[in-house]
């Protein structure tokens, strides 16, 4: 991360940032300008002197002091790599004098102040030493050249497309300076606030209300009669929501001076669109840099009869439905199918789940996965594994799904309505890319991880990209990205702390690694679970369904993956996306203090298993 850059620039390395953070763990050795500790007794506060000076020969001494209490302990020459690991001492948590000690210090040495806490391991130096570093004397080697500024007077910028992606780089790129045009066809927010993420989650919280009612109320001294849904006003309650929110975007955008013009936006040469607005006339425009943030619509597969058949709709259709279906095909056991699934079969709409796949949701841990699809069949939600779809034809209820079984059968389903829920596409058809001259693989705009295209000066972000996760919040912090290196900053976007949520029931979130990827990767690792069953306020929120595994290296304890299903899922991944971000272990898990009675205690508890230390269940 940024704090290994920082250590690169101070010791004056050309070591590989990765490779830097992977040497800090085998061992203790200084060659030239690589430091690697591994201590063997816990420290809580130190102090550390290291020469920056690369040319500096081995036999240099004071290439590295450690400075005690008692004064300072130092290699006049550096271990070489067969050297018995050094024992650390307890060291001072106060800055001492350096002209005190008995060692002489090299006028380019630097202090360098890690904050460790009273257990902890190797990784946690990388993460914690370069917080603060301060030179006692002399200067810093020079920093690698930063990106050139930004020329005199403001610069331009237009951003094709409102979304979750292009309205947070317009708002970032006007606070930076920048002179920003959006360019939107339709509303503003794109699919995620209209017809997406938000939209869903409406539903499904309606849903969840309702369940709760008829399943958990009685049990809790809650009695309703007639309890009903009315379905018109849950469309309406998700439409106003939707509404408030946009209209939130537009307030945002005006707040920082950034203009939006309505119209479709098309390439006509590099660095130059055209914007056909809603009246017919056009417009051409430039800009010192254009970033497509357009997003991605549903994909409707290849299947004889989807096209023709008007009950066959998308989760745009299922999101704006007049009235409650009394059945309903999904064609797709991902993310989308599944929400969306559970949102109608609590309502009451007969659910069968059609997915040519042996299983389902495989962006999840295979353990999640188990627990969601028991609490969906006990929902009544039915599943028809490796039943690829043949084709959609006509039915007097609305629609015959026809599927050959994996034994080669031919089975078939009727329903009053499908949702074909396979996946989404870029939005890029009506771009031309090719005038614009940018390199693309059927459509999804090729970048690198600054977010630029091969066309200098031209970005994309968010799910009309390559390779990147199609989600709400990775667009944003794509934006993001993109919109601080227009404006002369230097920033990367990384994915590694990507949390992956599903909000069926009950709510299911992953960050990391899952079991069956380290697997695959031959990883040396260790797994802690909990169940929420063994959680009081789990068990008062759902009656204790679901778990958080985690999974860790097992040498050091660093946090290679997290992963939650029960009550609170999607809030509580954050912490597992943080323990990531900083290489955490699972000890310093521990040594947090969770708040009780909280769910968030059943992350601390999966560390504690994994270090066999469990106190709530068994180890």
Known sequence: GAAAVKVCRMIGT??????????????????????????????????????????????????????SRSGASAFATPPSANSPVMKLPTFCSTPMNLSNTATPVSPNTFWMMPRMSSRWSPRMLTTAMMEEITPITGAAPAAAAAPAAAPAGKKTVIVIGGGPGGYVAAIRA?????????????????????VGCIPTKCLLHSAELLEDIKNQGKEIGVEVEGVKVNFPQVIAHKNAISKQLTSGVAGLLKLNKVKKIDGEAAFVGEKRIRVTKPDGSAEEMTADAIIVATGSVNAVPPIPGIRENPNCIDSTGALSLEKLPESMVV??????????????????????????????????????????????????????????????????VGAKV??????????????????????????????????????????????????????PGVYAIGDCVFGKAQLAHTASAMGEVAAENIMGHDSTYDESTNPTCVYMEPEAASVGLTEEQCKAKGLDYKVGKFPMSANGKALIINGGEGLVKIISDAKYGEVLGMHIIGPRATDLISEGALAIRLEATVDELIST???????????????????????????
């Open 331 to 396: 064609i797709g056991g991902g993310v989308i199918g599944l929400e969306l699934a559970c949102a109608y079969a609590a309502f009451g709409t007969r659910i069968t789940v059609v997915e040519a796949m042996d299983h389902m949701l495989p962006m999840l841990d295979g353990d999640l996965t188990a627990v969601g699809v028991a609490h969906m069949k006990k929902m009544g939600i039915a599943f028809a594994l490796e039943c690829p779809v043949q084709a959609v034809e006509p039915s007097p």
């Open 14 to 67: 050309t070591v590989p940032v990765r490779k830097l953070k992977m040497s800090w763990m085998i061992g203790f050795t200084v060659v030239c300008a690589k430091l690697t500790i591994c201590p063997t007794t816990p420290i809580t506060d130190c102090r550390m002197v290291v020469s920056p000076s690369k040319a500096a020969p081995a036999s240099s001494p004071n290439r590295f002091v450690m400075v």
């Open 593 to 619: 203090i969770h708040s009780h009675p909280t769910v968030t205690e059943t992350i601390r508890e999966a560390a504690l298993n994994a270090m066999g230390r469990a106190i709530h269940t068994k180890n």
């Open 174 to 194: 006007a606070q930076l300076g920048a002179e920003v045009t959006v360019v939107e066809k339709q509303h503003l927010g794109g699919t995620c606030l209209n």
């Open 402 to 455: 026809v599927c050959t079984t994996k034994s080669g059968d031919t089975v078939t389903f009727e329903a009053e309505k499908v949702l074909v829920a396979i996946g989404r596409k870029a939005n890029t058809a009506s771009l031309d890319l090719e005038a614009g001259g940018i390199r693309n693989d059927r459509g999804r705009i090729l970048v690198n991880d600054r977010m630029q295209t091969n066309v």
